[in-house]
């Protein structure tokens, strides 16, 4: 079966390594290196350069010399009761942890050597030999939210970016979006669902006490289980045995979903209540425990729209870090002659059939899928409620000057959105949806005539 479509975000160019993610004498050599670069966030919102002379913006990689006043006193991992002290105990609960400091993320290697010859844990033994023989660019990221602001804008004001001329600002990250190349915007949607989940997660939530990191920042531990921790008359934590799903990242699996009417020539959206002005998408909701992808599609459709929907086809994937979905994309078809319903979970303010010459007028129209710093904020806060941080200082950058006299009839969203390419590669199709049918179900792959 051929390839799915890559979305934005998605194809991240990383090698995670993640084997390696336990080793903090191989952390704590590669953090080091010249080459590796720094993602820092905010609250959620990723340092972006303006660059002078230039209109365009671009996600702010650091150096470690640059951000290293904000990690604190070494070793970076491996950390132990006392400060300076490098574990040497090989003790589980002490893989590669930091137990002060904020937490980092090692996101991977990016390689130049397209052979995927990245070294195993076996020859680490002299881990600076061993990175010295790494070709590629090593990635980390991190959190400033708890930090001293002072101290926070102090060091972005002495990075080797803000020496040059750059104008470093905290953005809103959907905002941010249109800042970030292809590669870029992998590497994002990985460090921005990796920090937030980190930046969100401080306490057990098996015993309630604090949590520290472990492995790079991919494993939160109960510091009860620490070899040092005051357990006096205390039960063991129950997150120090068995399997269980407190100490892992997550990940949210959301379907989203176009219906089609059965001549193929119209398509279903919906406008939730909190959307920005006109504003119309796919629908989407999260897959429930005890359901497979196709039953929530299904179950999603007639809970937003009344809509009873078949021929379910899986177009593509999407990471979308706000903060940990994955995007399941799916045409389905349906009657476009039934009655529409949004009185059942009341989450939708409107939805309608739309033809394929109405999107096709929306997505040529300048402003179609065009919008504002406030629109994108007000998306932001449906999901993660108002943003209780200061508002970042403003870029330099000059405004787009948008006619508000020939605005389009509604709006839809960008294709770095999978909603967003779901409406457009039906919208600009010549054809139907060609199915492409192996031993693996029905896969929308392609259009044809």
């Known amino acids: 079966m051929a390839e799915a479509f890559t979305n934005f975000l998605a194809g991240s160019p990383l090698n995670r390594l993640s084997w390696l993610r336990t080793s903090h004498s191989f952390l704590n050599a590669v953090v080091v290196s010249p080459s590796t670069r720094w993602i820092l966030f905010n609250g959620g919102q990723p340092l972006i350069a303006s660059h002078p002379g230039a209109q365009k913006r ?5 150096t470690t010399e640059d951000v290293k006043p904000l990690l604190g006193a070494g070793p970076f991992f491996g950390q132990c009761e006392q400060e300076g002290e490098l574990d040497v105990s090989d003790a589980p609960v002490l893989q590669a942890a930091r137990v002060r400091g904020p937490s980092i993320v090692f996101l991977g290697l990016k390689e130049t050597d397209t052979s995927g010859s990245a070294l195993p844990s076996s ?7 061993a990175v010295a023989k790494l070709t590629g660019t090593p ?7 708890d930090l001293d602001e002072n101290k926070v804008n102090e060091t972005i004001a002495n990075t080797q970016l803000a020496k040059d001329g750059s104008t470093l600002t905290f953005m809103e990250p959907r905002a941010a ?5 292809v590669f870029t915007a992998a590497i994002f949607a990985e460090a921005r669902s990796m920090v937030d989940w980190n930046q969100r997660n401080k306490f057990c939530p098996a015993c309630g006490s604090p949590v520290y990191s472990l492995w790079a920042g991919w494993k939160l531990g109960c510091t009860s289980l620490l070899p040092w921790a005051d357990n006096t008359d205390r039960k063991p934590c129950p997150s120090g045995r068995g399997l269980h799903n407190f100490a892992h990242p997550r990940t949210d699996p959301v379907v989203i979903m176009l219906a089609i009417d059965e001549s193929g020539e119209k398509i279903l959206l919906g406008r939730n209540k909190k959307f920005p002005s006109q504003f119309y998408s796919a629908l989407a909701g999260f897959v429930e425990p005890g359901e497979s992808f196709e039953d929530a599609v299904k179950r999603e459709m007639w809970e937003e729209a009344g809509v009873k929907v078949w021929n379910i086809r899986y177009h593509s994937g999407q990471p979308w870090p706000y903060p940990a979905n994955l995007m399941l994309g799916y045409y389905v078809t349906a009657d476009s002659s039934a009655p529409i319903r949004t009185d059942l979970d009341n989450e939708l303010e409107d939805a309608r059939w739309y033809t394929r010459e109405e999107v096709l007028a929306v997505i040529r129209h300048a402003s179609g899928t065009r919008f504002s710093r406030s629109d ?17 200082a403003k870029s330099q950058e000059q405004p787009v000057e948008v006619n508000t006299n020939d605005e389009p009839p509604f709006k839809i969203p960008a294709p770095t959105a999978i909603a967003g390419v ?15 049918v192996d031993a693996s179900g029905t896969t929308a792959q392609a259009f044809s005539e």
């Not at 671009?58 to 650091?62: F, G, K, N, R």
Request: glycine letters at 4%; proline letters at 7%; charged letters at 25%.
């Open 376 to 392: 994108y904020k007000k998306i932001a806060e449906i999901q993660d409620g108002p943003d209780n941080n200061p508002a970042p």
């Open 58 to 62: 671009s996600l702010a990689l650091l």
């Open 177 to 181: 979006m249109s800042s970030l190349d």
């Open 422 to 436: 779901l409406i457009q590669h039906w919208a600009e199709a010549k054809g139907k949806i060609k199915l492409e």
């Open 139 to 145: 990635y980390f990221s991190a959190d400033i939210a």
């Open 123 to 129: 020859e680490f033994k002299d881990p600076h030999s």
